[in-house]
């Protein structure tokens, strides 16, 4: 009787001493409920989102060099209801397209962002996607100028690598893909695009 309670007590010394070495060599794990949740990513700070998104309503270039003037007044009258044709643009600001767009849209502050590339879809898509506000863009190539002179498009939407935009070449909306926009050949003037943010100090004037 005394041996088997000697071997009893023997064996939990045992234990313990296993147990102990064990938690010195290896990390606690925790109970699920007090890991910490990954925080939600911080909200952007291009813009806010729109309430409703914009219609896009492509219209058809008058003439064979004005694509820019045509893809101006197609955001124009998509973001103030305006009725506006290429030649309307062209008769009013010539080829400055940046002037028109800021001078025809009102509370709206227009930009230009430079060259797209890899590193500026997130900003194109944030604007179309969220805040609802078009892109314009020049670029080049047998896909989008078969006259090897450049064009001008309205992006509208991103989706993954599907691109959607009005082509005031066909007065209707096409798609193609961000690899192929940025391996684009330049427009004349760069492959540069335009977008807008809202300006929240603006205030409309009596009638408008």
Same mark, same amino acid.
């Given at each position: 009787?005394?041996?088997? $309670?000697?071997?009893?007590?023997?064996?939990?010394? $045992?234990?313990?001493?296993?147990?102990?070495?064990?938690?010195?060599?290896?990390?606690?794990?925790?109970?699920?409920?007090?890991?910490?949740?990954?925080?939600?990513?911080?909200?952007?700070?291009?813009?806010?989102?729109?309430? &409703?998104?914009?219609?896009?309503?492509?219209?058809?270039?008058?003439?064979? *060099?004005?694509?820019?003037?045509?893809?101006?007044?197609?955001?124009? !009258?998509?973001?103030?209801?305006?009725?506006? *044709?290429?030649?309307?643009?062209?008769?009013?600001?010539?080829?400055? $397209?940046?002037?028109? $767009?800021? &001078?025809?849209?009102?509370?709206?502050? @227009?930009?230009?962002?430079?060259?797209?590339?890899?590193?500026? @879809?997130?900003?194109?898509?944030?604007?179309? !996607?969220?805040?609802?506000?078009?892109?314009?863009?020049?670029? !080049?190539?047998? &896909?989008?100028?078969?006259?090897?002179?450049?064009?001008?498009?309205?992006?509208?939407?991103?989706?993954?690598?599907?691109?959607?935009?009005?082509?005031?070449?066909?007065?209707?909306?096409?798609?193609?893909?961000?690899?192929?926009? !940025?391996?684009?050949?330049?427009?004349?003037?760069?492959?540069?695009?335009?977008?807008?943010?809202?300006?929240?100090?603006?205030?409309?004037?009596?009638?408008?």
């Amino acid at each position: 009787m005394m041996n088997r $309670l000697a071997a009893l007590l023997l064996a939990a010394g $045992l234990l313990a001493q296993a147990s102990s070495i064990y938690q010195q060599t290896h990390e606690p794990v925790l109970p699920l409920a007090t890991v910490t949740p990954t925080p939600r990513p911080a909200p952007s700070a291009f813009g806010e989102p729109a309430e &409703e998104p914009e219609v896009v309503m492509p219209i058809p270039q008058q003439t064979g *060099d004005s694509a820019g003037q045509t893809a101006v007044a197609i955001a124009v !009258n998509c973001l103030t209801g305006k009725h506006l *044709d290429g030649e309307d643009i062209y008769h009013a600001y010539g080829y400055e $397209l940046l002037r028109a $767009l800021r &001078e025809e849209c009102p509370g709206l502050q @227009w930009l230009d962002g430079g060259e797209i590339g890899p590193d500026r @879809w997130e900003l194109v898509e944030h604007k179309v !996607n969220v805040e609802g506000l078009p892109v314009i863009l020049a670029l !080049n190539g047998p &896909e989008f100028s078969v006259s090897g002179r450049g064009h001008i498009v309205l992006v509208c939407k991103v989706e993954g690598e599907k691109v959607t935009f009005a082509d005031p070449a066909t007065g209707t909306m096409r798609t193609s893909t961000r690899s192929n926009i !940025n391996q684009a050949p330049a427009h004349p003037q760069g492959n540069f695009f335009f977008y807008a943010r809202r300006d929240e100090t603006f205030t409309p004037r009596v009638g408008d």
